[in-house]
């Protein structure tokens, strides 16, 4: 194996090289990311760019059911759930090892989980671990034995078993842990289906075929994840050769590799939102009204269709219409009303208000940030409000925005893809999920009322009765208007005729084990 990657790996070097010597290794998968990875300590990231690695290299205790968001086993064969619903006994597969060759085990289910949440364990200072919120309701988790593990919920957690499957919740080698510390993500150990051979620094993480994989090997002997921020260059690299899969394709572009029987196009819809964080604590934002003025003055349907081109629908607020059950479509996007955007403005006495506008150069899910922005900044040119775009590299600009805007920006671009319902305004706009708590509540935005619904539809595990609770949710939000509601994505990818065996995952995951490369 090892013969066969550094030859492999020798023709991918000469691959990069330049379009004229453009040719990908044989059976091995080169993928053209959108950003370099932050990490791949699955704890320690929250952007799907790193999650679309992950997957591959880690199992959890359940996954998604290929082409679905309902959970199936994984780790776990089985699981039971006591009737008051705060008792999960998961039963583990007995003839699985992380690829350091050390056991899968119960032991280490704990340990994941541990480290996460308790402030006290020993490696909890590997972290931080901002998307622990998924498990905020975990009271304790015991290994009753080898090969059986409980979780004790202070309370009914209707998502839990979701967030589960989700690369927050996967199991994590404690021994390599141990042995690396706080560079874990770069030394990264799992169970999953490819083993991690070498992190190249903003050129490649090359991860090679796990040959004793629980779930049957893949046919690809290595994946190779290639960082390529830009979108057109992303393109041009699919087109000289120099990829095999690209994730995010720009719209203008679609319609080229549509026409061409080289390549095959993948569209997807899912539970995505396109939005602007609004700095609700201080300046313009921090009145209603022109809040409400920035939704009435974007021209979301230009934005969709001319700038997307059709990629994308208008967003109506924090729950995407991908959740049928959440969401009854009652709640309609903020009409372009350019006229009600300047009344609102002038009564609230901000014209001619300056305002700076956090962007990214690029991002999960975040389409075509810049021109997007430009879009924006034009709209909002038109009903008094001067705009300041600031443009920054994606790792960079969360670093900028996670800690919140306070001082430094009135608004910034966000996308979020979420597994459930409860996952995006539980963690971005509830009181208590300020960035200073830990929380993705960039704008500060507070308001009650909302945090006791998202409280009540946690704990409330009849489907209708949930969907309900959110549906309020999306009201009241609507119409506090903490952010911007711009654009609910269908996600893309394109890959040569030559792969076979892909498809794209409504959880916007990538998982490779069963596509093959001709």
Do not use: C
Not at 184 to 196: D, I, L, N, S, Y
Not at 257 to 269: G, H, K, Q
Not at 289 to 314: F, H, P, W
Not at 331 to 347: G, S, T
Request: hydrophobic share 40%; aromatic share 10%; proline share 7%.
């Amino acid at each position: 194996m090892r013969n066969l990657l550094a030859a492999a790996f020798a023709i991918l070097a000469l691959a990069m090289a330049g379009p004229a010597a453009a040719q990908t290794p044989p059976n091995v998968l080169i993928v053209g990311q959108i950003a370099e990875p932050k990490s791949l300590d699955p704890q320690a990231v929250t952007a799907t760019n790193d999650f679309r690695i992950l997957v591959n290299l880690y199992d959890g205790l359940v996954r998604f059911k290929k082409g679905t968001l309902e959970v199936e086993p994984a780790l776990a064969k089985s699981w039971d759930i006591s009737e008051d619903g705060k008792t999960y006994t998961f039963h583990l597969r007995d003839d699985v090892t992380f690829h350091d060759g050390t056991p899968f085990d119960a032991e280490a289910v704990k340990f994941t989980f541990d480290r996460m949440l308790k402030d006290d364990h020993p490696f909890h200072d590997t972290g931080p671990f901002p998307l622990a919120f998924f498990f905020s309701q975990v009271d304790s988790v015991t290994a009753k034995d080898a090969h059986t593990v409980v979780f004790q919920l202070k309370e009914p957690f209707a998502p839990f078993l979701s967030n589960l499957a989700y690369p927050t919740g996967l199991i994590v080698s404690p021994e390599a842990v141990k042995k690396y510390g706080k560079d874990f993500g770069r030394h990264p150990v799992g169970t999953g289906a490819f083993k991690f051979e070498g992190w190249d620094p903003n050129a490649k993480v090359v991860v090679s075929r796990n040959e004793d994989y629980w779930d049957g090997p893949p046919q690809l002997e290595a994946v190779v994840f290639r960082p390529i921020a830009d979108a057109n260059t992303r393109v041009a690299e699919m087109l000289s050769g120099g990829i095999d899969l690209m994730v995010e394709v720009p719209p203008d572009s679609l319609s080229q590799f549509r026409s061409d029987a080289n390549y095959t196009v993948y569209e997807e819809a899912g539970p995505h939102l396109w939005f602007l964080i609004l700095n609700t604590k201080e300046g313009p934002f921090s009145d209603k009204r022109v809040r409400q003025a920035v939704n009435y003055a974007i021209d979301k349907k230009a934005i969709t269709e001319n700038v997307l081109q059709g990629t994308a629908t208008i967003a109506a607020g924090p729950i995407p219409g991908a959740f049928e059950w959440a969401n009854d479509g009652s709640v309609a996007p903020y009409p372009h009303d350019p006229e009600k955007a300047k009344e609102l403005i002038r009564q609230a006495g901000a014209e001619g208000k300056t305002l700076t506008f956090y962007v990214p150069e690029g991002g999960s899910g975040m389409l075509d940030p810049v021109a997007m922005a430009t879009a924006i900044q034009a709209d909002l040119k038109k009903v008094g409000l001067q705009v300041n775009i600031q443009t920054y590299e994606w790792n960079t600009y969360l670093a900028n925005v996670n800690p919140g805007l306070k001082g430094k920006a009135d608004m910034a671009e966000m996308a979020w893809m979420t597994n459930d319902p409860d996952t995006l305004p539980f963690l971005a706009l509830r009181s208590d999920a300020m960035p200073d708590e830990g929380g993705f509540n960039s704008g500060y935005y507070a308001n009650p009322e909302v945090d006791k619904l998202l409280d009540e539809a946690r704990k409330t595990t009849d489907q209708k009765e949930r969907g309900a609770l959110y549906e309020k949710v999306q009201k009241i939000v609507h119409d506090d208007a903490p952010w911007a509601f711009v654009a609910n994505w269908k996600q893309n990818a394109v890959t040569t005729a030559t792969v076979q065996g892909f498809e794209l995952e409504p959880s916007f995951l990538l998982m490779l084990k069963d596509v093959t490369k001709g």
